[in-house]
C-alpha cells in the first residue's frame, strides 16, 4: 500500500500480501469510527437511564481508551511493527476487552454490544487469512461467559438468559468457522491470481527480449493505420527517426510507402519495399482482434541473402576440407603430366593442349585453397605494420605477379600503424592488386596505393585506370562465385571482404570514382 504523503510502499511481512495490511488498515479504520460513535454516545446520553448508577462517567473513559487504543493502532500498521498476526491478535483481544467492560456498564446496552464483537471475530478471520479465528470465538465467548456470570452475581440478570448466551456464543463459533471456510478459498484465489501474474510478467519480459533481439523488424497496425507497438529493429530498417507514441503514431507519419503497401497485403503475400536502409520483404500476420489489428513482418533480404551465402561457403568449405587432399593429389600427377607432356611435345596443338591442362589445374588448386583460406578466417594472430612493413608486403606482392616497379606507386603516411592478421592482410592486398593489374591499363603509374590514419582510423585504398564497373555488376562484387573473368573462381573479393570482418575492418567499392577504388578501413592501434 502507497502512502497518501507519497512515501515508498512499506515492506509486506514475510507470508503476508500487502492486501492483508490494506485489510487491516480499513479493519481499525472501522474500530476508528466505532469508538468516535461511542464517545459522542456518552456525550449524548450520559445522564440517561440506560446505565447503572453512576456507571456513565466509567462508559465515557472507556470510550475514551477506546479511541485512544485504536489510533495508537494506526501507528503499528504503518510501521508494520509488531508483525502481522501479532497486531491482528491484540486487535480483537482488544476489542473483546473494551466491548465486555462497555458490557458492565449498561445491563440494557449489554446484550446489543456483545453482537459488536461478531462483526471483530468476522473481521479477524477475512484479515488473518482463517488463522486463530476459531481462537477469537472462543476468547469471545468465555469473556461473554464470564461477564454474564458476573452479571449474575450482581443480580443484573436472570438464570434464563443462559440460553440466550449460548446461542451467541454458539454464533461466535459459527460466523468464525464460516470466516475461515471464506477466507481460505479467498487466499487461494489469491495464490493463484499471483501466480498468475507473475507467470504472464515472465512471458511479458520474454516476448519484449524475443522482439527486441529479432533480425526482424515488427510493427503492431491497427486497422485504423495507428500504430500499437514497433520494435528497434523495425524503426533503424525503416529509418524512423521521430519519437514514436504507440496508440497515437500513425503508420503514415512512420513510412508513408508502407502504409500504403500495408493495405494491399493480405496473408501468404510478401511484397518488396525499398528503403534508405535495406531492401525489405513485407508478411502481414493478422491477430483477429475487433479493431482488425495485424502485425507486419519486415525482413531484410540483404541479411538473408548473406545467411545463404555463409551457409552454402560453409557447406563447400566442409566438403573441400575434406576432400582437399583427395583432390590436391590427382591435381599434382596432372600438373607433372601435363609438364612431361609439355617437354617432349613436337608440334604447336601438343604445346597448346599441354599449356590448357597445366592452366586448368592451376586454377582447381587456386580454388581449394581459396576456401580452405576461407574456413581459417576465423584464427587470427593479429601483429602491428606500419608504414615500412606495410610498404615491403606490397612490393613483394608486386614482385609475385611480376609487375613493373613504375606500374604500382605508393603513397603512405609515416605515422601510418594499426593491427592486422599478417596472414590476412596478406591475401587481401593480393586480390586487390592482382585485380587491379588483370583490369588496368598496363603502364606506368596504373595502380595506386593510398593509406592514411584519420582519427585514429586507418584508410587504405587501391585504385586502377582501367574501365571500372558498371553500376549492374558494382552490387554483385561481393557475392561469391560472381566473376566477369573466365580464368577468375569469383571468390577472391569475397574471400578479402571476409577476412577484412573478421579483423574488425571493412572493405568496400568506391562508386563514382570513374575506375575500380576500393576502400579497407579499420581502428588503428594506439
Not at 564497373?469 to 566477369?484: M, N
Request: hydrophobic share 45%.
Amino acid at each position: 500500500m502507497i502512502d497518501p504523503a507519497g512515501a515508498p510502499p512499506r515492506p509486506a511481512a514475510h507470508g503476508y500480501y500487502a492486501s492483508h495490511w490494506r485489510s487491516l488498515d480499513y479493519f481499525n479504520l472501522y474500530r476508528l469510527t466505532l469508538a468516535v460513535a461511542l464517545v459522542f454516545s456518552s456525550l449524548l446520553f450520559g445522564t440517561s437511564d440506560l446505565f447503572r448508577e453512576g456507571a456513565s462517567a466509567r462508559f465515557q473513559g472507556i470510550a475514551y481508551a477506546y479511541l485512544v487504543i485504536a489510533a495508537l493502532f494506526v501507528l503499528g500498521i504503518r510501521a508494520r511493527w509488531p508483525g502481522f498476526q501479532v497486531q491482528l491478535t491484540t486487535h480483537i483481544i482488544a476489542d473483546i476487552l473494551f466491548v465486555m467492560l462497555l458490557m458492565s456498564t449498561s445491563d440494557r446496552l449489554a446484550n446489543g454490544m456483545s453482537l459488536l464483537l461478531v462483526i471483530s471475530i468476522a473481521s479477524g478471520g477475512l484479515v488473518g487469512s482463517g488463522r486463530l479465528t476459531l481462537l477469537y470465538a472462543a476468547i469471545a465467548s468465555i469473556a461473554v461467559l464470564l461477564q454474564h456470570g458476573f452479571s449474575l452475581l450482581g443480580g443484573g440478570q436472570g438464570m434464563n438468559s443462559f440460553f440466550q448466551v449460548g446461542v451467541l456464543c454458539a454464533g461466535y463459533f459459527a460466523i468464525g468457522w464460516l470466516a475461515h471456510a471464506l477466507t481460505q478459498r479467498a487466499l487461494r484465489s489469491e495464490t493463484l491470481a499471483q501466480q498468475q501474474a507473475e507467470e504472464l510478467a515472465l512471458l511479458n519480459r520474454i516476448n519484449a527480449l524475443a522482439i527486441e533481439n529479432s533480425p526482424d523488424g515488427l510493427l503492431a497496425v491497427r486497422g485504423d493505420g495507428v500504430v500499437r507497438h514497433a520494435s528497434p529493429r523495425a524503426l533503424a530498417l525503416l529509418g524512423v527517426t521521430l519519437p514514436l507514441k504507440p496508440g497515437i503514431t500513425r503508420l503514415d507519419a512512420l513510412s508513408p510507402e508502407l502504409a500504403r503497401l500495408s493495405r494491399q497485403l493480405s496473408p501468404g503475400t510478401a511484397p518488396t519495399l525499398s528503403t534508405p536502409n535495406a531492401q525489405l520483404r513485407v508478411r502481414c500476420i493478422p491477430l483477429s482482434t475487433p479493431d482488425d489489428s495485424r502485425v507486419l513482418v519486415l525482413e531484410d533480404q540483404s541479411q538473408a541473402e548473406q545467411a545463404a551465402q555463409r551457409l552454402k561457403l560453409a557447406a563447400l568449405g566442409r566438403l573441400t576440407a575434406n576432400i582437399a587432399h583427395e583432390i590436391r593429389n590427382p591435381l599434382s600427377a596432372i600438373s607433372h603430366a601435363a609438364q612431361l607432356l609439355h617437354e617432349e611435345a613436337h608440334d604447336a596443338a601438343q604445346v597448346r593442349l599441354s599449356a590448357i591442362i597445366e592452366n586448368n589445374a592451376r586454377r582447381l588448386d587456386r580454388l581449394v585453397e581459396e576456401v580452405l583460406t576461407l574456413n581459417r578466417r576465423d584464427r587470427l594472430n593479429p601483429v602491428r605494420f606500419d608504414a615500412a612493413t606495410l610498404g615491403t608486403l606490397i612490393d613483394e606482392l608486386r614482385q609475385t605477379e611480376e609487375i613493373p616497379a613504375d606500374a604500382v606507386i605508393v603513397s603512405m603516411s609515416e605515422s601510418l600503424h594499426f593491427q592486422f592478421d599478417p596472414d590476412h592482410l596478406r591475401q587481401i592486398v593480393w586480390n586487390l592488386l592482382r585485380n587491379a593489374w588483370r583490369y588496368s591499363r598496363k603502364q606506368a603509374a596504373s595502380i595506386r596505393f593510398r593509406a592514411h590514419m584519420h582519427d585514429g582510423s586507418m584508410q587504405f585504398e587501391i585504385e586502377d585506370d582501367g574501365p571500372g564497373l558498371s553500376p549492374e555488376h558494382q552490387g554483385k562484387l561481393f557475392e561469391p562465385f560472381f566473376t566477369t573473368d573466365a580464368q577468375g573462381t569469383g571468390l577472391g573479393l569475397f574471400l578479402a571482404r571476409e577476412l577484412a570482418e573478421a579483423n574488425h575492418a571493412e572493405l568496400a567499392y568506391v562508386p563514382g570514382a570513374g575506375c575500380a577504388r576500393f576502400r579497407l578501413s579499420l581502428r588503428g592501434s594506439e
